[in-house]
């Protein structure tokens, strides 16, 4: 398989998980939490007023969906998105490997939030300190993943992409 087709490839199991998330889980969540967004969705991060709200809205049968399903789908989708990201960087500026780290600590950082979110599913009066490094790791992961997409446009628009390359 040419490195263009396994780059595809990437790309499509990484789609295919999110899409999963997308109309599958995520819909099922939300209606579990009256509409309320997952913390994983949550872009600016949370207070642990909201924290709580949503850990007392939540079904037990959300929640219990939320731990077994969504972070499962959640623990192949950082790495999924880390490497087609990487990839990507790698055929527009193979000699900048520094940029691999946006997409990297964005990984890093989902897990990190997995195994938070995960502690806060297992109580509704969730740890002040607990909320605040969740909420932390999201928004370090969203600020890491815009980098990376940032990098990826701006060496596009410079027209550094080669289809053919590697």
């Known amino acids: 398989m040419s490195f263009h087709r396994a780059h595809l490839a990437i790309i499509g199991l990484t789609a295919l998980n999110y899409a999963m998330m997308l109309v599958y889980s995520i819909p099922k969540l939300l209606g579990a939490a009256d ?3 997952l913390f994983d969705l949550r872009a600016m991060g949370y207070s642990i007023a909201e924290a709580t709200r949503y850990l007392n809205t939540i079904t037990p ?3 219990l969906f939320y ?3 969504q972070l499962m789908l ?3 989708f950082p790495a999924l998105l880390a490497v087609s990201l990487m990839i990507t960087l790698y055929r527009l500026m193979p000699k900048l490997p520094v940029l691999y780290l946006f997409p990297l600590s964005g990984a890093l950082f989902d897990y990190y939030e997995n195994a938070a979110v995960g502690q806060m599913l297992l ?6 300190g ?5 909420s932390l790791l999201t928004q370090l992961k969203f600020v890491s993943i815009a980098m990376s997409l940032l990098a990826i446009l701006w060496f596009w628009l410079k027209g550094k992409f080669d ?3 590697r």
């Not at 607990?130 to 969740?134: D, S």
């Open 61 to 63: 049968e959300g929640r």
């Open 130 to 134: 607990l909320v605040e490094m969740a």
């Open 67 to 69: 731990l077994e399903v």
């Open 74 to 76: 959640d623990t192949f």
């Open 163 to 165: 289809p053919r390359a």
């Open 35 to 37: 509409g309320l967004w």
């Open 123 to 128: 109580t509704t009066a969730p740890d002040a």
